[in-house]
């Protein structure tokens, strides 16, 4: 069946109430039972629910084969956690047929790719999929298509009992004996816990794996011991290089910084930007960049920003510092500016994955965002978005929150360069959809501006400010004479994964890709 | 095969921008940034045994690349060199507009660079005389024989100091007030003027010295000079924001062309223009007036 | 041309391309490129025909191809060309066999 990006989706998907993608708005007002997950009761008062080893632990919650076992991805590439659950899992209790359930993989778990080959691992539901994982699920070694969500889609997904977590493993940074972790405090801080919070609440067991055991109570805390079954010490729940950047720097590429400023005009040339705007941008070069421009812009009006939500860094808590924005609220810090800041300097809070973009409950903090701005593989002519897989078909990307901001707020802006090396960025029609063109409004490359013609008053508003724009086509026709039309990528009938969007209808599947045989 | 038109040989070169020809990622879309030339390089940029290569990079980026209004110029390797005649070469045969001559001491080394330019658009069927040139005066020399380097040939369109060189040579350093190079500055300003042709500064290279280069733009545009030599496509907006008229001055260069128009259509050789007495010897710096402001989007007449 | 000697010219720079040529019987062609998958037939064929263009009929060359653009892949392939007989740096015949 053909979706409403145009995708075709094999019908043996659309099943249990499955449909595909029907617009950005289709299940609003619709209702929603959720799920709520079987707990152990713990009546009998015990002093501490530290076991010896995560082994222990997987037994303590009666891990077997077929469960699923949850992730977080807050100590990012420096994660050790969920691989040494899953060595457990695998080496030391034998399990198989296992489902992991995270929030984002990247190189940090390339030897989970190892499961996947050897059969254990069968499911994969993840927000991010990179390095030896995708390479792996890319060339079919994965039972079942591997499930890709939004950060918003997640929380919706579990809420709704779609995902059931068994086991959900949080990598804490510090932890009392009971479980009450925080993302501070220890050697491997991370920040915020944001996106560990729906899975505390919904899984059926909740293991705490903590490399910085602290005294009772560990308060405020951002995963509560009322949910923990099990409280595991390890050397080192994370290499503390990889999980936090020292500094999250404004890009000095003149490329970058070009674009970022015609971010920047842009966002300046609508009426949303006005006192108390609420903005979020992505840590990657251009993006991270306009807030730089943004602030002069700011400054020349004399206005301050609201709020600003997201995956935060250094750049924007020195503007929370010098009071040009009132409150930052996150569910990921990416630098130790941001880790160090989060919950001391006043204005910096935490906030679950839910509260941050999902579709599905009453008030996400997306739907109130005035600008975003975002980054892309790929963008197509018709403003569909591509953040999960590279231009030769790999799964090497994130949708991350990328399509519940995008749907959420009331200006989406995508920067990147026209063309990468020799990708096309602005193409005819992209790999794979992650987020709905109806959601994209502006496109900033190094070669131009263009506005998705379903907003006729942005268009206004840059011809007002005096800020030229070409139609994406033009732009895309750029790109092909830089660096020549593409050949169609060849795939295999096989679906390797599957893309659903925010509010749970299918977007998008991936195919086994073919080699080129030249 | 791109073919770019006929290069004029006085034109807009607020900012020249060097690029390594050999750098596939450099060199494939220097003009976004909106310099007024480029200056694909030859020279120190490209290591001794990649010179070769670059020319090949050179030729089919010439050829293929559009680079729109952007003049192209190429910085080709000194006389004293085994490189300069096949770089000349693949200039005029790629159909570069213009070629810097590096390290040029004398009119006689402008004499021999233009031998071969015309003996190579003979060759690969180029219009004689289409290659335009400009001289980078590196030494002492080279400032002492500044008049006769600028006024050496018709396809001279300008001249550039060459700082780096030239202060090792007067053993001094940079300096911030400038002090330096003042002399050779003025020297070279002086016989370029002499000569009708335009006037480069040398390329400043702290990127993070942002006060620095800005206190050197100004000191150019105060001196004369048409135009700086740019390392960092950071460096472009700064040029142009110093280098544009003031508002002022374009109405009135605006009104002083269009009153000379209608004037000498009247038969009128001397009027005035909001209370300035104006004859034709104002209209040349007017005429650039509006063609700078044209560039910096202060104009939109037709007039120039 | 003939290939009288091992060459190569470009670097393993993104945007760039590596090429080698070495003495051999007939075309070989071997070929890795970051953008395989969209531009491998492209690849070739850029490369067969620049070698077709120097007139070459015996050489194995080997591509590693970082993303490079037509252009500069055409300029790698000529300079390897040029340099395994040593006439790479002088009266090169612009936009004859090399265009």
Redesign the interface.
Known sequence: MINAVGREIPEELLVNGKEVYQGKYYMDGKYLQKAAPRNRRYEKPAESKIVETIADALKQCGAKDGMTFSFHHHLRNGDFVANMVMQAAVEELGLKDLTIAATSLGEAHDPIADYIEQGKVVGIQTSGIRGRVGDVVSHGALKTPAIIRSHGGRPRAIEAGEVHIDIAFVAAPTSDCVGNCRGIGGKSNCGSLGYAMTDAKYADHVVVVTDCLVDFPNFPASVEAIDVDAVVVVDSIGNPKKIASAAARISQNPRDLMMAENVAKVIASTPYFKEGFSFQTGVGGPSLAANLFLEKYMDERGIKMGWAIGGICGPMVELLKKGKVGKVIDVQDFDLDAVNSINQTPGHYEMSASQYANPANKGAFVNKLDFVVLAALEIDTGFNVNVLTGSDGVLRGAPGGHPDTAAGSKVCIIVTPLTRGRMATVCEKVVTVTTPGDCVDVLVTDYGIAVNPLRPDLIECLDKAGIPHVTIESLKEKAYSLVGRPDDLEWEDKVVAVLEARDGTILDVVRKIKPLEL | ?IRRPKPERFRLRRTMMFMNAQ???LI??AY??GCDSIMLDLEDAVAENQ???A???L???L????YGATEVIVRINGLDT??W??DI??CV??GADGIRIAKCESAQDVHTVEAAVEAAEKE?GVEVGRTLLMAALESPKGILNAYEICAASDRMFGVAISGGDFRKCLQTSFQRDGVDMLVARGQMLIAARAAGIQCFDTVFTD?DDEEGFRAEVLQNKAMGFDGKSLI???QIRLVHEVFAPTEKEVRQAEAVVRAFVEQSAAGVGVFTVNGKMIDVAFIPGAQRTLRLAKACGMYEGDLV | MEILKSAAAGTLESSDCMVTVEPGEGITLDLSSSVMNQYGRQIKAAVLETLERLDVKNCSVTVVDKGALECTLKARVECAVFRSSDASSANIPWGGAVR
């Open positions: 095969m750098k596939p990622g494939k879309d976004i940034y010179k070769d290569a020319r090949f990079s030729y089919h980026a050829t293929t690349i559009d085994p490189h005649q096949e070469r693949v045969a790629g690969f990127l960092n496509p950071k």
